[in-house]
């Protein structure tokens, strides 16, 4: 059974850091694109970043460009993302999925970055 | 980047009874290899998103035949034949022809 496994969300001040990880199992992680999504509160579904399965082809939504890195380690089977800079907009929850941005096809239950003084 | 439009936002619909999501691009989704990248997600209460049918018309493994996908280019179209009560939640239209993805606002299924 594929799982995905978000973790590191956390409460954080304005210009702030953090890391999110994405733990995957059920199947090979090297095999597949990968894609972080965020919801914020009362708002709609964003893809923030994409990664391919060697991690050479990386894109980024306008809105986190420069503040986010997105990265993977196929040896430990996890996706990441770091962000840095980050601002009360940021505030979401976040979803790893599986699937590359044309298909979306797992998603993870979600782990919740709240930026806030 | 493509705006996704739904309609309705809102569905109050009788078990048993139809029931069908309209979702419109503002370009069009046929990518140049030919593919047509929309998706349909559903999200249960409590639940992370779903996807039930990709490209267009395919539906996931598992996906009840109830559900089914059409459209071409800019209007595209979620049927479900016969509401069962797991079907209530949010369904969400996304397209993957252009970067960035993007998603419909998402129309509630809700019991009438």
């Known amino acids: 059974e594929v799982q995905l496994v978000e973790s590191g969300g956390d409460l954080v001040q304005p210009g702030g850091s953090l890391r999110l990880s994405c733990a995957v199992s059920?199947?090979?992680?090297?095999?597949?694109?990968m894609n972080w999504v965020r919801r914020a509160p009362g708002k709609g579904l964003e893809c923030v970043a994409y990664i391919s399965p060697s991690g050479t082809t990386i894109y980024y939504a306008d809105s986190v460009k420069g503040r986010f890195t997105i990265s993977r380690d196929n040896a430990k089977n996890s996706l990441y993302l770091q962000m840095n800079s980050l601002r009360a907009e940021d505030t979401a929850l976040y979803y790893c999925?599986?699937?590359?941005?044309?298909?979306?096809?797992?998603w993870g239950r979600g782990t919740l970055v709240t930026v806030s003084s | 980047d493509v705006v996704m439009t739904q309609s309705p936002l809102s569905l109050p619909v009788t078990l048993g009874q139809p029931a069908s999501i309209s979702c419109r691009s503002s370009q069009s989704l046929l990518h140049s290899d030919g593919n047509t990248y929309l998706n349909w997600l559903q999200q249960r209460p409590g639940q992370s998103p779903r996807r039930l049918i990709y490209k267009v018309s395919t539906r996931d493994s598992g996906v009840p035949d109830r559900f089914s996908g059409s459209g071409s280019g800019t209007d595209f179209t979620l049927k479900i034949s016969r509401v069962e009560a797991e079907d209530f939640g949010v369904y969400y239209c996304?397209?993957?022809?252009?970067?960035?993805?993007?998603f419909g606002q998402g129309t509630t299924v809700e019991i009438k």
């Open positions: 999925t599986r699937g590359g941005f044309r298909y979306m096809e797992f």
């Open positions: 059920g199947y090979t992680f090297s095999c597949c694109e």
């Open positions: 996304m397209q993957g022809t252009h970067w960035p993805p993007t």
